[in-house]
């Protein structure tokens, strides 16, 4: 399975291999021969042929951003690199190189045909993206393990297989598990597989089949709903609102709290605490609750705004195109009465009429278009605990100073009832980390909804540019195509 030596010394892909290659690929004919001279752009590029030129590292391929068809192969490649921006890749032969290892094909989306024939590959993986894979060629390699075919169950589109001349393939039960484990399979190794076949290779596999279905099963549902849960979160965070829905900030203070997490063993703290939660979860799902009732709030503005933008833009456009019909109409009378005048003044006056009516039209759209353009208390409560929380330590410790206290304390607690300074800068150090997360949280939301609307804002402004100057590019072409068709017949008539 090793290449071949060769006397040629080892290649990267640099710019001028690919430029003599999209050159030698190209048309030969004159076209071909313009192309080259006025040199041919690598996002153009649909197909590169690139076998047989000792290249030992895949590089420089960013500018091929269309690229369908990719061929790589005989020659001493050793890893899969440099393909990240090849997104629409549909075809890729990676055959007769040096590869040990699948990988770098995550961003490979709309690969459909995949050749590895004859590396160095032990292993099938890391081919996830591949979603629309179809073909599949590992043939002549190290594949030892027949656990690697149960990989590829995910691949529903894989229709064509080859793993000939792997040790798997020596394997006295290699086409039937392979049949069994992958029943959408029409062909192995080159040859079509019948119904004959499968049907044993089903029967014979049967209880592992339906044993793996099941594990299949219970893993989908739990990606199904790990998938939901990314997507409620996305949609909480989209409304600002994430983590608001239970006691997740509540459970954030007491988390870097140890002062308070003692004090929760004073004597009518616990249920102190436990009221205090109660509230203050309420308070966080009200917010929860109105977050998510402006997002939809939000999003009907938007697409009320929208629409109405896009009617603004097509009563714009009707307004411009009846002015525009309606000085054509004009236009072609005048041109025709232009041509079949004979006395030479009254056809310079004609056309200065037409110049100064293209002129009023120029000027008509860019008034439409500008008028378009001028169209486009969680706070309360964790000090209300904190009064209550110091309140309950004071007397605790003067019942310790009286020798009152009948409640026996952790010795972590009991260690803060040295005098009143000691209690009260304890109790003062909790309250002070409870504001602090809930001022962070607050600043968190406002900050993000700030951004949002700046960013909102910035992409209205930058799309309304973009479409203006568009619009004001149609708008000269049209007033220059107009004003070069009077000039072509101005100079007509004076030739004449």
């Given at each position: 399975?090793?290449?071949?030596?060769?006397?040629?010394?080892p290649?990267?892909?640099?710019?001028?291999?690919?430029?003599?290659?999209?050159?030698?690929?190209?048309?030969?004919?004159?076209?071909?021969?313009?192309?080259?001279?006025?040199?041919?752009?690598?996002?153009?590029?649909?197909?590169?042929q690139?076998?047989?030129?000792?290249?030992?590292?895949?590089?420089?391929?960013?500018q091929?951003?269309?690229?369908?068809?990719l061929?790589?192969?005989?020659?001493?490649?050793?890893?899969i690199?440099?393909?990240?921006?090849?997104a629409?890749?549909?075809?890729?032969?990676?055959?007769?190189?040096?590869?040990?290892?699948i990988e770098?094909?995550d961003?490979?989306?709309?690969?459909?045909?995949?050749?590895?024939?004859?590396?160095?590959?032990?292993?099938?993986?890391?081919?996830?993206?591949l979603?629309?894979?179809?073909?599949?060629?590992?043939?002549?390699?190290?594949?030892d393990?027949?656990?690697?075919?149960?990989?590829?169950?995910?691949?529903?589109?894989?229709?064509?297989?080859?793993?000939?001349?792997?040790?798997?393939s020596?394997?006295?039960?290699?086409?039937m598990f392979?049949?069994a484990?992958?029943?959408?399979?029409?062909?192995?190794?080159y040859?079509?597989?019948?119904d004959?076949?499968?049907?044993l290779?089903?029967?014979?596999?049967?209880?592992?089949?339906?044993e793996?279905?099941?594990?299949?099963n219970?893993?989908?549902a739990?990606?199904?709903?790990?998938?939901?849960q990314r997507?409620?979160l996305?949609?909480?965070?989209?409304?600002?609102?994430?983590?608001l829905?239970?006691?997740?900030?509540?459970?954030s203070?007491?988390?870097?709290?140890?002062?308070?997490?003692?004090?929760s063993?004073?004597?009518g703290?616990?249920?102190?605490?436990?009221?205090?939660?109660?509230?203050?979860?309420?308070?966080?799902?009200?917010?929860?609750?109105?977050?998510?009732?402006?997002?939809?709030?939000?999003?009907?503005?938007?697409?009320?705004?929208?629409?109405?933008?896009?009617?603004?833009i097509q009563?714009?456009?009707?307004?411009?195109?009846?002015?525009?019909?309606?000085?054509?109409?004009k236009?072609l009378?005048?041109?025709?009465?232009?041509?079949?005048?004979?006395e030479?003044?009254?056809?310079?006056?004609?056309?200065?009429?037409?110049?100064?009516?293209?002129?009023?039209?120029?000027?008509?759209l860019?008034?439409l278009?500008?008028?378009?353009?001028?169209?486009?208390?969680?706070?309360?409560l964790?000090?209300?605990?904190?009064?209550?929380?110091?309140e309950?330590?004071?007397s605790?410790?003067e019942?310790?100073?009286?020798?009152?206290?009948?409640?026996d304390?952790?010795n972590?607690?009991?260690?803060l009832?040295?005098?009143?300074?000691?209690?009260?800068?304890?109790?003062?150090?909790?309250?002070?980390?409870?504001?602090?997360?809930?001022?962070?949280?607050?600043?968190?939301l406002?900050?993000?909804?700030?951004?949002?609307?700046?960013?909102?804002?910035?992409?209205?402004h930058?799309?309304?540019?973009?479409?203006n100057?568009?619009?004001?590019?149609?708008?000269?072409?049209?007033?220059?195509?107009?004003?070069?068709?009077?000039?072509?017949?101005?100079?007509g008539?004076?030739l004449?």
């Amino acid at each position: 399975m090793n290449q071949p030596c060769n006397s040629m010394e080892p290649r990267v892909m640099d710019d001028d291999m690919l430029k003599l290659a999209v050159g030698d690929q190209g048309p030969q004919e004159e076209a071909g021969q313009l192309a080259k001279q006025e040199g041919i752009l690598f996002k153009d590029v649909l197909s590169l042929q690139l076998d047989f030129r000792n290249i030992l590292r895949i590089d420089n391929l960013w500018q091929f951003e269309n690229l369908r068809k990719l061929q790589l192969d005989n020659n001493i490649i050793e890893k899969i690199e440099g393909l990240e921006n090849l997104a629409h890749l549909v075809w890729l032969d990676l055959s007769f190189n040096n590869i040990e290892t699948i990988e770098g094909l995550d961003t490979l989306v709309n690969l459909e045909d995949l050749s590895l024939f004859n590396n160095r590959i032990s292993k099938i993986d890391s081919l996830d993206a591949l979603v629309k894979l179809q073909v599949l060629s590992l043939g002549n390699n190290r594949i030892d393990n027949m656990m690697n075919i149960i990989y590829l169950r995910r691949f529903k589109c894989l229709r064509t297989l080859s793993l000939s001349r792997n040790p798997i393939s020596e394997a006295e039960d290699y086409k039937m598990f392979i049949c069994a484990y992958l029943p959408d399979l029409m062909y192995l190794d080159y040859r079509r597989i019948d119904d004959h076949t499968k049907k044993l290779a089903e029967a014979k596999h049967q209880y592992s089949i339906d044993e793996l279905k099941h594990q299949e099963n219970l893993m989908q549902a739990q990606l199904e709903d790990e998938q939901a849960q990314r997507e409620e979160l996305e949609k909480h965070k989209t409304a600002f609102v994430e983590h608001l829905n239970g006691s997740f900030l509540f459970d954030s203070m007491y988390a870097e709290d140890s002062e308070g997490n003692n004090l929760s063993y004073l004597p009518g703290v616990g249920e102190l605490l436990e009221t205090y939660k109660d509230k203050f979860v309420i308070i966080c799902v009200n917010i929860f609750e109105y977050g998510l009732k402006q997002q939809e709030k939000r999003k009907t503005e938007l697409d009320t705004f929208s629409e109405c933008v896009r009617e603004a833009i097509q009563e714009n456009q009707e307004q411009g195109k009846r002015k525009i019909a309606k000085f054509e109409e004009k236009h072609l009378s005048s041109l025709s009465a232009i041509r079949e005048e004979l006395e030479l003044p009254n056809i310079e006056k004609m056309i200065l009429e037409c110049s100064a009516d293209i002129s009023e039209l120029f000027d008509a759209l860019m008034t439409l278009e500008m008028q378009l353009v001028e169209q486009l208390e969680c706070r309360d409560l964790e000090n209300h605990h904190h009064e209550k929380l110091l309140e309950i330590s004071i007397s605790t410790l003067e019942k310790i100073v009286e020798g009152d206290l009948d409640e026996d304390l952790p010795n972590d607690l009991r260690a803060l009832f040295v005098d009143k300074d000691t209690i009260v800068n304890a109790v003062g150090a909790s309250h002070d980390i409870h504001l602090l997360k809930i001022d962070n949280r607050e600043d968190e939301l406002v900050t993000r909804i700030n951004s949002w609307c700046t960013r909102l804002i910035d992409r209205i402004h930058k799309d309304e540019i973009m479409r203006n100057r568009k619009r004001v590019k149609e708008i000269n072409q049209y007033i220059d195509h107009m004003q070069s068709e009077l000039d072509n017949l101005e100079c007509g008539d004076i030739l004449d």
